[in-house]
């Protein structure tokens, strides 16, 4: 048997790997603290003109706070009641959420969800999400009713097929009792693996569920969902768009399209809002 030590190489660099490609993060009770620029305000009632709450769903390590400090006032501006949480927290872990396993993580969501519907008095929202945020919520849909109370989801680099961390993952199986470490303390991380129990329930008997609107956003420099082609979904009402499509000039990987890319914030606004969309292109920037 390996030593520990070494068991625990591939882990400690499938973590590190990840943690290194997100901001410094503040603690959730800090988050919960922090101003939020206009959203999470519970009294927000939605117009004729966005008549549907917008929740925001975090990544992986992320909060609700920290996550949309550009995104969330973005949506806000234009006139748009918006909501964000948190999720997916370890006993004992105070500094980085969405760890947690994701089934669970879905049920968090299905809470928070009904929260925001009974403050805003609406009988739907539109979900918005970057990274596992984009991809957690589909199985909130699919399996804990979510459905029917879901008018669209947005997904910014969603690890919807899971991801290799660039071949990182394939790695796993020559060191024995890595991939157990990892579920153990990261349920959530192991849960975005390629090919990982979680993703073949989610993604079992189709991608998507009838009533719902799926858009994707991706770049092709996302060196954490990787392939990045694998983000994209199949089904009936899904818009599968590539950030370099909208603007070759985007060079995004995949924390700044969620974090601070403008380009990707036109092309939410354009899924929130279809009826009204326009197009999108690298003077979306200003816009």
């Known amino acids: ?65 920290d996550n949309f400090l550009a995104l969330a006032p973005y949506l806000v501006n234009r006139g748009y009641c918006v909501f964000s949480l948190d999720y997916g927290q370890l006993p004992g872990e105070t500094f980085f959420d969405g760890l947690g396993p994701i089934d669970a993580s879905a049920g968090q969501l299905s809470v928070f969800v009904d929260k925001v519907l009974a403050a805003t008095g609406t ?44 071949g990182l993952t394939n790695l796993l199986p020559y060191f024995p009792g890595a991939a157990d470490l990892l579920k153990k303390g990261a349920p959530g991380l192991s849960d975005q693996v390629v090919g990982s129990p979680f993703l073949t329930k989610l993604n079992a008997g189709g991608d998507t569920v009838p009533g719902v609107r799926y ?37 995004s990987e ?23 969309a326009s197009p999108t292109t690298c003077a979306s920037v200003i816009g």
Request: charged share 10%; glycine share 8%; with cysteine.
């Open 123 to 166: 009988p739907k929202a539109d979900i918005v999400g970057h990274s596992q945020g984009g991809m957690m919520p589909n199985y909130y849909l699919k399996f804990l009713g979510g459905a029917a109370k879901v008018n669209s989801l947005t997904g910014i680099a969603p690890d919807n097929h899971g991801t290799t961390l660039s």
């Open 1 to 65: 048997m390996l030593p520990w030590n070494r068991a625990l190489r591939p882990l400690s660099a499938l973590l590190l790997t990840a943690a290194a490609t997100v901001l410094p993060a503040a603690t959730t009770a800090q988050a919960a603290a922090a101003p939020s620029s206009g959203w999470n305000n519970y009294s927000c009632k939605p117009s004729a003109a966005h008549p549907r709450p917008v929740v925001l769903v975090p990544g992986t390590f992320g909060n609700s706070v």
């Open 254 to 276: 995949h924390v700044t399209i969620g974090l601070t890319d403008r380009i990707a914030y036109h092309e939410v606004a354009n899924s929130l809002d279809p009826a009204h």
């Open 215 to 251: 858009t994707v956003i991706a770049t092709r420099y996302d060196e954490v969902v990787t392939p990045y082609k694998s983000q994209f979904l199949n089904g009936p009402d899904v818009t599968n768009v590539l950030l370099q499509d909208k603007c070759a000039l985007d060079i």
